[in-house]
């Protein structure tokens, strides 16, 4: 008799073979469901945690032009953690569920935003060096297997582009005024550099998740390959800016063709997303206070969306 079960995991095997995006009603391995669960919820909370540093400034914001920006910036910022929170949800997993792993530490969010943001620099440093390593892995990502996923990547990329650029442009006025102003700008880039570079996770060999990620094309460059096009990409912008890169290591390597660089703090790393870094606490206890507080804004919502679910429910019965 002729055998007519589909085999899923060929199907799904057979789609990442020829580059076709897996949609949410799609078979799928259970691993591989939870990975991108465990990824897509972590980069939502990075994108919603990493409002603080910034939010912080603008109040301080040293003219209303640079106030409109940074506001328009940290806007943006909610609206990604948006777009990859209702990616999140495709995969079967509710919002609630989400928060409270954020919340209870059983979810993660990058190491970066545990760093304090000290002076007005720090939001140009934010911009070009913390936006630029994201664009740089955001980039990527905009080919992952996960078709939600990937379609948030595409037009959160074009809205981090402009981050960057808008980072990149505060410094340069920094770097070309005042000598305190420029010194205020090489120490943003002294604090904020090594962190940047830990953005991209550990390195390939100590990488738990890389090599089924890959397999996946959940990730399509591993950990390494994106830092390094970062580090090749972002040198030239920091001589435009007359700023000097923290490592006495960094230099052009002919043969391999790219930048060689120092070696990376890793105990720091891992003390940061332990839960040990500058800031974790303090992050962590706004997200919940704010979250509480305005717990009757998510009731409110609810009760007019079911409002209007009942008189269009009756608008069709009449
Ligand atoms: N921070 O096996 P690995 C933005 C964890 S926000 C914390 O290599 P993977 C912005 C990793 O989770 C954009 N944890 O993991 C917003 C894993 O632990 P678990 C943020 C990190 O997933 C506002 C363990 O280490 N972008 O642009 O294959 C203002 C082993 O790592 C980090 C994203 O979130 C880290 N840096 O690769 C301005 C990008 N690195 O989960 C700007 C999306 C590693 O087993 N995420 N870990 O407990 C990714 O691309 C990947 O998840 C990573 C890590 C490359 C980060």
Redesign the pocket.
């Known amino acids: 008799m002729e055998n007519n079960t589909v085999n899923f995991e060929n199907v799904f095997n057979d789609k990442i073979g020829k580059n076709e995006y897996i949609e949410p009603k799609d078979w799928m391995p259970e691993k591989y469901r939870k ?1 991108l669960i ?3 919820s ?2 939502a909370h ?2 919603v ?3 603080q ?2 939010g912080n400034w603008i109040t301080r914001a040293p003219s209303l032009r640079r106030k409109a920006i940074l506001l328009a ?2 806007q943006d ?1 909610g609206g ?1 953690g948006l777009y990859l929170y209702s990616a999140c949800e495709t995969l079967g997993i509710s919002r609630e569920e989400l928060i409270r792993q954020l919340h209870t530490g059983a ?7 545990n760093y304090p943001a000290l002076n007005w620099a720090d939001i140009g440093a ?2 070009w060096l ?2 630029g ?3 740089v ?2 980039v990527s ?1 905009q080919r992952t297997s996960y078709g939600p996923y990937s379609r948030a990547m595409v037009r959160i990329c074009k809205e ?1 582009s402009f ?1 960057q650029r808008q980072g990149y442009e505060l410094l340069l006025e920094l770097c070309r005024g005042s000598k305190e102003q420029k010194a205020m700008a090489q120490d943003a880039m002294n604090r904020w550099w090594w962190p940047s570079l ?5 390195h ?1 060999a ?5 090599a089924d ?1 890959i397999k996946w094309k959940i ?1 399509r460059e591993t ?1 390494d390959e ?1 830092r390094q096009k970062f580090i090749d990409k972002t040198v030239a912008q920091a001589e435009f800016l007359g700023l000097t890169i923290p490592d006495p290591d960094l230099k052009w390597n002919e043969a391999r063709g790219h930048y060689d660089f120092g070696k990376i703090d890793w105990e720091e ?1 891992n003390n ?2 332990k839960g040990n870094g500058p800031c974790n606490k303090q992050r962590l206890e706004h997200h919940v206070k704010v979250h509480n507080e305005n717990a009757w804004v998510r009731e409110a919502a609810n009760a007019y969306a079911a409002k209007k679910a009942k008189a269009a429910k009756g608008a069709l019965v009449a």
């Open positions: 990975t465990r990824q897509i972590q980069h990075s994108e945690i990493g409002m540093p910034e910036k940290i910022e990604h979810a993660k969010y990058s190491s970066i935003f934010i911009g913390v936006d390593a994201a664009i892995n955001q990502l981090e981050h830990m953005m991209f996770g550990p390939d100590d990488s738990a998740h890389s990620s990730k950990n994106l790393f940061v997303i």
